[in-house]
């Protein structure tokens, strides 16, 4: 009987700890598509996926949690842990020994229990804002620019611009700063720059914008776009030329087809057009109930390959860091 009893309890641990360790790896991978989406694996492939993904993890991690918390009750029970109470010989041994293993259940299993009790159901809900949290702060860390779209809220009056600020990366202080409206006309949305933050010279000349404005016709799918060059070298008269056109495709596949020359500041030479073909690493980039998600790489005009990534969105802002 003491055979079997120890087999039961050895094979019960071995499930308990492979249930937990399931879980755990469950949470990893939820905390990773809410942090990381891009590119899509097997667990956020589609929305829908993720989504019965998520329902299931939080349905088996309340099982795994009140299964937890019952343990935990068991063990701290006078009735079922006194039979395991050690007492040894002696009366200053014996006292001493029940304080150490007092504070051993205080500081070590019960902490270790409640861990395992809050974890497999809340792990997610608590994980996520700490990961969004640094990747705020880190995850363009390796790029030279990233940009902050700051959209007008349900909240917001009508005349709050929605805009994109423009950083360099170590640097605090936006570039300048992009309106993104569409002027009442859900068919035309301009990208249009509102106005720069810093002075011009103090924004690296392959960092400055002459860029000045694009227009999406979503009637015919099409993209022009102006730019400013100087009129003469170090002149601060410009002139409003255009420097890109192409069309689009805004629908699962999210793909541009774009004809471009757009000049650098610091020179009155002029740029040779490029055409680039640019698509979205997967499908489904645009949600009704979250923020837009996607890699937007050049492709291979020949193969279809993709080459380079020119735009990869982050993560929006987490609730701990919301000013």
Sequence with gaps: MQSEFSWMLVLASVAWFSINGLQGIWIYYYVLVCVDPNPRNGVNATHTRFLVFKIFMFIVGAV?????????????????SSTYTYRP?????????????????ILIILPLGLFSAIMPFCGGWIMVPIAQKWAWSHRCDSYAMYAILDARSTR????????AHFYQTG?????????????????FWTFQLREFDQPRTMIPGDLDST???????????????????????????????ACVSGTFNPNDWLSFNLTSHV?????????PASTALLRTVDKQWSFTTDAPSL???????????????VLRTAVTKPEIVQS
């Design 156 to 163: 917001d009056s009508a005349t709050v611009p929605n805009v």
């Design 89 to 105: 010989v002696g009366k200053h041994h014996n006292r001493c020994c029940s304080i150490v293993w007092l504070l051993f259940r």
């Design 263 to 271: 000049p650098l500041t610091d020179t009155t030479t002029p740029v």
């Design 295 to 309: 890699i937007l790489d050049t492709m291979d005009m020949e193969t279809g390959l993709p080459q380079k990534t």
């Design 64 to 80: 795994v949690s009140i299964a937890n918390s019952l343990i935990l009750w068991a063990y701290f029970s006078d009735n079922l």
């Design 211 to 241: 860029l000045q404005h694009i227009q999406y016709n979503f009637i015919n799918e099409t993209v022009t776009g102006n730019c400013t060059v100087p009129v003469a070298s170090g002149s601060s008269i410009t002139n409003s030329t």
């Design 171 to 187: 640097n605090p202080r936006p570039l300048f700063t992009y309106s993104v409206n569409n002027g009442g006309d859900p068919d």
